[in-house]
């Protein structure tokens, strides 16, 4: 970042003008306020400035109006929105008008601090009005013709940009994980690290050590130093998978990391900053665990900045056929070039509750029974199902995942369960995620089943 930068800060509110210049001025920029858009141009036309700090609701002229006229008589000072919560769709849509980055209200000024360090730094990325058609297929495993999830697809594009974090929320085999790689390709930091951490795999007691590193002889067996994700994701990207599995304990702390931009190792004797964009996704209704109060309200807040649903495959059964057709070639390296239309059509039936990645499972799976030849529906092992809703059969022979009239929800579950481990060859994680559940809710079932088990050899 350059010394000193001439920085532009249009606000109505005289109480906000006088916080931001107070705080950029502490920092040794020289601050110019103006308190509607028409004052701002006015200014522009007159002198120069480095960036531009600008609130989106003001009289006279909106924010968005003077970014307009910016991005077209000045084109290569980068503008920084100011919204308020809940106003996300505004914020990205300034974004795609040209705008550099936002930050949202209440901010604290070590977020002003960094936006600014981000716009003013020698040989930023310049903005960009519109992201590139293409931006929607940037990841090769991304394939949708969906209306929706093209949307959620090109906020992730939009965003991308800016350095806020992002909480994505869907259904397991949604393609959450895909989603954050497309955010970390798209950004400034592509050349830097993308660090996945699978909130839910680990116990609590070693999530933290994973998460922030250790000193040597901070515990029993810590006999090296270890170095946390944060720290290995500097400068890039770190993806925490299945976030609504975390401890409050653990909560509270990461909290402090994103508040602060530092981490303490465990054992440590000072904090480590860090530069580390943080998107996190869950399969939970993280709303709901807020207000059973098993996730921390100020923590969802601040994550949820960017807030992005992804439909699950039921709510887009177009792209049933397309995602069939692609596996189908990715797994036979283009040796069958398209599937036959009944076939497509049968599939197109199916709920599929395992999602996207579900679908996949069943394509490679069709593709090496059916051993060169042509694809059948008994290759994909669905199954018929039954309209009715008495009889599920998965089609292999299989009674245990028979349901009939009188079998108890509970018994039900255990089965499928038990099946579910056995076609992932007892891989939990794996079948947490067909299963649409959490590994931690699976270790608790299979835990339960183990001591219900026991009770009945006694």
């Known amino acids: 970042m350059q010394e000193t930068a001439r920085i532009l800060v249009v606000d109505d509110e005289k109480q906000m003008r006088l916080g931001m210049e107070t705080v950029l001025a502490r920092l040794g920029h020289a601050v110019i306020t103006c308190e509607n858009g028409k004052e701002a141009l006015d200014f522009l036309a007159q002198s120069s400035v480095d960036m531009i700090i600008s609130d989106m609701k003001m009289p006279i002229m909106t924010g968005n109006e003077l970014l307009e006229r910016v991005c077209k008589e000045h084109p290569t000072i980068p503008m920084v929105m100011i919204t308020a919560y809940g106003t996300i769709e505004q914020a990205v849509d300034a974004m795609r008008n040209g705008a550099f980055d936002f930050i949202?209200?209440?901010?604290?000024?070590?977020?002003?601090?960094?936006?600014?360090?981000?716009?003013?730094?020698?040989?930023?990325?310049?903005?960009?009005?519109?992201?590139?058609?293409?931006?929607?297929?940037?990841?090769?495993?991304?394939?949708?013709?969906?209306?929706?999830?093209?949307?959620?697809?090109?906020?992730?594009?939009?965003?991308?940009?800016?350095?806020?974090s992002v909480l994505i929320q869907g259904e397991s085999g949604t393609g959450k994980e895909l989603i954050a790689r497309l955010i970390h390709s798209s950004s400034t930091r592509n050349s830097g690290p993308f660090v996945a951490v699978n909130c839910a795999a680990l116990p609590d007691n070693l999530l933290e050590s994973e998460l922030f590193g250790h000193e040597k002889g901070a515990f029993t067996g810590a006999v090296s130093t270890k170095v946390g994700k944060f720290e290995l994701a500097n400068g890039g990207t770190i993806l925490l998978d299945e976030i609504s599995e975390m401890e409050e304990?653990?909560?509270?702390?990461?909290?402090?990391?994103?508040?602060?931009?530092?981490?303490?190792?465990?054992?440590?004797?000072?904090?480590?900053?860090?530069?580390?964009?943080?998107?996190?996704?869950?399969?939970?209704?993280?709303?709901?665990?807020?207000?059973?109060?098993?996730?921390?309200?100020?923590?969802?807040?601040?994550?949820?900045?960017?807030?992005?649903?992804?439909?699950?495959?039921?709510?887009?059964?177009?792209?049933?056929?397309?995602?069939?057709?692609?596996?189908?070639?990715?797994?036979?390296?283009?040796?069958?070039?398209?599937?036959?239309?009944?076939?497509?059509?049968?599939?197109?039936?199916?709920?599929?509750?395992?999602?996207?990645?579900?679908?996949?499972?069943?394509?490679?799976?069709?593709?090496?029974?059916?051993?060169?030849?042509?694809?059948?529906?008994?290759?994909?092992?669905?199954?018929?199902?039954?309209?009715?809703?008495?009889?599920?059969?998965?089609?292999?022979?299989?009674?245990?995942?028979?349901?009939?009239?009188?079998?108890?929800?509970?018994?039900?579950?255990?089965?499928?369960?038990?099946?579910?481990?056995?076609?992932?060859?007892?891989?939990?994680?794996?079948?947490?995620?067909?299963?649409?559940?959490?590994?931690?809710?699976?270790?608790?079932?299979?835990?339960?089943?183990?001591?219900?088990?026991?009770?009945?050899?006694?």
């Open 104 to 164: 949202t209200k209440p901010f604290s000024a070590d977020d002003l601090e960094r936006v600014v360090a981000r716009a003013c730094k020698p040989g930023r990325a310049q903005p960009t009005k519109q992201p590139s058609k293409s931006g929607t297929s940037q990841s090769r495993a991304i394939v949708t013709n969906d209306g929706s999830f093209k949307r959620v697809l090109e906020i992730a594009v939009t965003v991308a940009q800016s350095s806020a």
């Open 249 to 458: 304990a653990l909560q509270a702390k990461l909290l402090r990391v994103l508040q602060e931009r530092e981490v303490d190792r465990v054992g440590g004797q000072k904090p480590i900053p860090i530069d580390v964009r943080v998107v996190a996704t869950t399969n939970r209704d993280i709303k709901q665990a807020v207000r059973k109060g098993e996730f921390r309200e100020d923590l969802y807040y601040r994550l949820n900045v960017i807030p992005l649903m992804v439909p699950p495959l039921r709510d887009r059964s177009g792209d049933i056929k397309l995602l069939v057709e692609h596996f189908v070639r990715k797994f036979t390296n283009g040796s069958i070039k398209s599937v036959p239309s009944p076939l497509l059509e049968e599939l197109s039936t199916y709920a599929w509750p395992g999602n996207v990645r579900e679908l996949q499972n069943a394509c490679e799976r069709a593709v090496i029974l059916a051993q060169g030849g042509e694809l059948e529906a008994s290759h994909f092992l669905i199954g018929a199902l039954e309209q009715n809703g008495t009889t599920v059969s998965t089609g292999e022979g299989d009674d245990d995942l028979r349901l009939h009239s009188g079998l108890s929800v509970a018994e039900a579950e255990r089965r499928l369960i038990f099946e579910t481990l056995k076609s992932t060859g007892n891989n939990k994680t794996k079948a947490a995620e067909l299963l649409g559940i959490s590994i931690r809710t699976l270790r608790n079932k299979l835990n339960e089943y183990s001591m219900q088990d026991g009770a009945g050899t006694q």
